[in-house]
């Protein structure tokens, strides 16, 4: 993938008095504000936070268009250890910064923030979203992202000819963590044989207890099951794996679950359903667009996010009438919904009568 053909903005933060070094990239705002979250992670080089902030804004483009939401894409990473350096001074600068863009990007958490920091964050920028829901925010996406990737599991064993309503249906979740745990719980009440793995003993131990099996966490993709819903990890589908999985349906929280396109081709021609991770984990931004611009209501947010379901089957419909797979009729419904938003608008049009 070309990494700097297409993005908007790319705006490098430093402020050494605050510790900050930081990089927000605007991918795409023809259908609104960039939302993405914040993370921070410790990179090994500049170069590796550029290239994961420019794919990851570009991910929040497909993500947002796909889920319906007149939002772009964007997303900032801060370089340094989550666990070790977070200081109030730190957000706060890049909250000004966020601020500096004017509302062109919206900020959010994500792997390695917390609320505490968006708290910290709003100090300085109005252009922050997932808040508590005691400040008028969405609060934690992670529940709402659960139940979205609940509803879109039914919608792909539909597909697979397993029928909606998941009873008796044996699901494989690699992950119990904020997602994963709320999955299993949502997967039980609905009378599915769960088995849960995690690389902490602790976290599966709560699930067992009410009712999940588990297994090593190197065996959960090898599961025998009707669906395998990767929840921890990106990269999960690749060559080493591929070829051992005995589900009929992969549907799950994780982001990036493939390594590359190929191996949703293989997935295809191995006839195994793949809810495209984009569109099935989209209820934690789906959640949050119901705080903007008027107040948040958790019952016109779970009602947004189970539209998810319907998403997929769309992505499935578009796939037979294409004769393409699910990871690519979902990138040609948000790359046409972009192409269609940009040819509507007044300065497209003037742009094409102007001479020369
Ligand atoms: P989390 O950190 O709370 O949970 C991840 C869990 O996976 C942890 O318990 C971790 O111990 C476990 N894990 C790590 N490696 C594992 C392995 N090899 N085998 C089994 N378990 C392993 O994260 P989360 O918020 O639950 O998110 C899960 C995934 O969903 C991530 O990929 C995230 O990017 C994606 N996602 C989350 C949200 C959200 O709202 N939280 C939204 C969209 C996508």
């Known amino acids: 993938m070309q990494l700097f053909h297409e993005h908007e903005q790319v705006v490098v933060c430093h402020e050494p008095e605050a510790g900050l070094r930081a990089i927000i990239a605007v991918h795409d705002t023809t259908l609104g504000p960039a939302l993405g979250g914040i993370r921070m992670w410790r990179y090994?080089?500049?170069?590796?936070?550029?290239?994961?902030?420019?794919?990851?804004?570009?991910?929040?483009?497909?993500?947002?268009?796909?889920?319906?939401?007149?939002?772009?894409?964007?997303?900032?990473?801060?370089?340094?250890?989550?666990?070790?350096?977070?200081?109030?001074?730190?957000?706060?600068?890049?909250?000004?910064?966020?601020?500096s863009l004017g509302g062109?990007?919206?900020?959010?958490?994500?792997?390695?923030?917390?609320?505490?920091?968006?708290?910290?964050?709003?100090?300085?920028?109005?252009h922050i979203t997932g808040l508590p829901v005691a400040r008028g925010g969405s609060g934690d996406p992670s529940p709402m992202t659960a139940w979205g990737v609940f509803c879109g599991m039914r919608a792909a064993a539909a597909e697979a000819g397993l029928g909606d309503d998941l009873r008796g249906i044996r699901v494989a979740v690699q992950g119990a963590g904020h997602v994963g745990a709320g999955l299993v719980r949502h997967l039980l009440d609905a009378g599915s044989e769960v088995t849960v793995s995690d690389i902490y003993p602790e976290r599966v131990e709560a699930l067992t207890g009410l009712g999940a099996q588990t297994c090593p966490p190197g065996e959960i993709h090898r599961q025998d099951c009707e669906v395998f819903a990767p929840c921890a990890l990106g990269?999960?589908?690749?060559?080493?794996?591929?070829?051992?999985?005995?589900?009929?349906?992969?549907?799950?929280?994780?982001?990036?679950?493939?390594?590359?396109?190929?191996?949703?081709?293989?997935?295809?021609?191995?006839?195994?359903?793949?809810?495209?991770?984009?569109?099935?984990?989209?209820?934690?931004?789906?959640?949050?667009?119901?705080?903007?611009?008027?107040?948040?209501?958790?019952?016109r947010a779970r009602a947004s996010v189970e539209r998810i379901a319907g998403t997929l089957t769309a992505v499935f419909e578009r796939s037979h009438r294409d004769?393409?797979?699910?990871?690519?009729?979902?990138?040609r419904l948000a790359e046409e919904r972009i192409a269609a938003a940009r040819a509507s608008r007044p300065d497209a049009v003037a742009a094409l009568h102007r001479p020369g």
Do not use: W
Not at 109 to 126: I, M, P, Q, R, Y
Not at 323 to 331: E, L, T
């Open 323 to 331: 004769g393409i797979a699910p990871h690519v009729a979902a990138d």
């Open 44 to 99: 090994d080089s500049d170069e590796a936070a550029l290239t994961d902030v420019l794919r990851l804004s570009r991910g929040m483009t497909y993500k947002n268009a796909v889920a319906g939401l007149d939002l772009g894409g964007g997303k900032t990473v801060v370089l340094g250890d989550p666990r070790a350096d977070k200081t109030p001074l730190l957000f706060r600068a890049l909250g000004r910064f966020i601020d």
């Open 104 to 126: 062109r990007y919206l900020a959010a958490e994500d792997v390695g923030t917390s609320t505490d920091d968006a708290e910290l964050v709003a100090l300085e920028t109005d």
């Open 235 to 299: 990269a999960v589908i690749r060559p080493e794996t591929v070829g051992e999985l005995r589900c009929r349906v992969i549907a799950g929280a994780a982001n990036n679950q493939l390594l590359d396109s190929s191996m949703g081709d293989e997935l295809h021609r191995r006839s195994i359903v793949y809810a495209p991770d984009f569109v099935i984990n989209a209820g934690g931004v789906i959640n949050i667009a119901e705080e903007l611009g008027r107040p948040y209501d958790a019952e």
